[in-house]
């Protein structure tokens, strides 16, 4: 009786039911190795941009972090990496962000936020030139390979 129910009844539905449950299963899988993989990568999605903000640099923290006047946070240039304080070439790495930024008008496009919660951004001047970029070429920081993934080196 059993065996009956289960080949009339049991059999067809799971023949049918299967294929979707195995489609479903592997989008769930490959969603979560997509997910994985992006975290991995850390913010290698250069073109994403969450917000926009504009303001004049008011103030520089390193060779690689500002503020501006009209937000709040603390902007981390992405993908760029400039020398720690106790490191050598910390001193022209802030102040070659010195010399490019401070005192003028920067467009912030926000790309997210680094794990101490500041703002990952790149930062255009009003003629469109990247900020992020022009330190970069200067020498005095590096391109942040880990995040851009060589996306400044394939720029000239």
């Not at 065996?3 to 023949?15: G, H, K, S, V, Y």
């Amino acid at each position: 009786m059993l065996r009956f129910l289960l080949t009339t009844l049991a059999l067809p539905i799971l023949q049918r039911a299967l294929p979707h449950i195995i489609r479903a299963g592997k989008q769930g899988m490959d969603e979560a190795r997509a997910r994985r993989a992006e975290k991995e990568r850390g913010t290698a999605h250069y073109d994403r941009i969450e917000d926009v903000a504009v303001g004049v640099c008011h103030k520089i923290v390193d060779g690689d972090s500002l503020y501006i006047d009209t937000h709040d946070k603390q902007v981390r240039l992405w993908g760029v990496n400039a020398p720690e304080r106790h490191e050598v070439g910390y001193n022209a790495a802030t102040q070659s962000l010195r010399d490019l930024a401070f005192g003028r008008e920067l467009r912030v496009e926000i790309v997210g936020n680094d794990k101490y919660g500041r703002t990952l951004g790149r930062c255009y001047f009003d003629d469109g030139i990247e900020l992020n970029h022009e330190l970069i070429k200067t020498g005095n920081v590096k391109e942040y390979f880990r995040f851009t993934k060589g996306y400044y080196s394939n720029i000239r």
